[in-house]
Each structure stands twice: as structure tokens, then as C-alpha cells.
């Protein structure tokens, strides 16, 4: 598997210069994997790799079928990385539901973990805004309600999605208050 650094920097080079709110929405998340990388269960380098890389989808340099999670997840599979990696990229915040409902194919090529890794990687992106600053789950969702309207399709599957994406974010805070770790969201 590629390094942290190594990752970083190719997300660095597909979004900074095209999209660099979404770069750094891109380190944000990073940063936090990066403080949650320690805790029990928890697969280091699959998840910090997976988040600094999670939205490469979105460039234009290598968008294919406009869905960034496939986008990403076939991107990083053909430059030889782990295949873990790619299929947490996949499925990444409940992307399942979105690709059903776009009707968009390829998903299911890649693997659905559920684990601790795929659970932080989830709680990360909840809690990182879309310029990186912090954010509650709910104040993240909120937002992207906002941003996308009622009737849109990313807001219609964040709804249909929200019940696993909340019982994700609650494990994970689950474990890092058993670890001693601080929530970065503020939550109660």
C-alpha cells in the first residue's frame, strides 16, 4: 500500500488546484483519521490513507461515470492500491444508497466492510464541513440538505442513509470515549 504521504500528495495534485474547498474538506478528514488511527480495532494505515483520499472521485481529472465514490475507488484500483483502500473509498458515508438510487453500477465490485476502519472513516466525513472546518453530524448533514435542496438526489439518499451513517458515527464515538479519546464534534 502506498504511504500516508504518498496518498496525500496524490490527493494534493487531483484536488488543490480544481477543487480546494474539497481539498480541504480532504485533509480535515485526514487530520482527524490521523488522531483516531490509534484506537483499538482500528486499521492505521487503511484509514488514514482511505480518508486523505476519500473524495479523489470529485476531480475533474479523473471523474468517469460522475459518482466520486466509484470514481475514486476505480482510480486508486488501477494505480495498484490496496484494494481495502479502494473498496472503503467505494463505500464510503453510505454511498450505496446513492448509487442505487442514481442507478449507477460498479459499487458492488468493491466490498462493504463493516468494521471499526469503515466506521471511522464514516465518522471523520461527518464531522468535517465541506472547507474543513468542524462540524456535529447533524450540522454536516444539515449542510448538505442545505446546499442540495429537498429534492435532489444526494439529499434523498442522506436521508434514506442517515440511520447507518448515525449507528457508524455512534460506535465510533462509543469507542473513543471507552479509549479516553475527545469527540471532535462536539457531541453530548
Do not use: K, N
Amino acid at each position: 500500500m502506498p504511504s500516508f504521504a504518498d496518498a496525500r500528495a496524490l490527493a494534493e495534485l487531483t484536488l488543490a488546484d480544481h477543487l480546494p474547498a474539497r481539498w480541504l474538506h480532504s485533509q480535515a478528514v485526514a487530520r482527524e483519521a490521523i488522531r483516531l488511527a490509534e484506537l483499538p480495532e482500528m486499521d492505521r494505515e487503511p484509514l488514514v490513507v482511505a480518508a486523505v483520499l476519500h473524495d479523489v472521485g470529485y476531480s475533474p481529472v479523473l471523474a468517469r461515470t460522475g459518482f466520486h465514490p466509484l470514481d475514486g475507488a476505480r482510480f486508486l484500483a488501477a494505480r495498484g492500491y490496496d484494494r481495502r483502500v479502494a473498496a472503503l473509498l467505494a463505500h464510503h458515508s453510505g454511498a450505496a444508497v446513492e448509487a442505487r438510487l442514481r442507478e449507477i453500477t460498479g459499487l458492488e465490485r468493491f466490498d462493504d466492510e463493516v468494521s471499526a476502519t469503515r466506521d471511522a472513516l464514516w465518522y471523520c466525513d461527518a464531522v468535517c464541513g465541506p472547507t474543513g472546518e468542524p462540524m456535529t453530524p447533524d450540522e454536516r448533514w444539515d449542510d448538505i440538505r442545505r446546499r442540495y435542496g429537498p429534492d435532489h438526489v444526494v439529499t434523498r439518499s442522506l436521508d434514506e442513509a442517515e440511520p447507518r451513517l448515525r449507528d457508524a458515527v455512534d460506535r465510533t464515538r462509543a469507542r473513543m470515549a471507552a479509549a479516553g479519546v475527545a469527540t471532535a464534534d462536539a457531541a453530548p
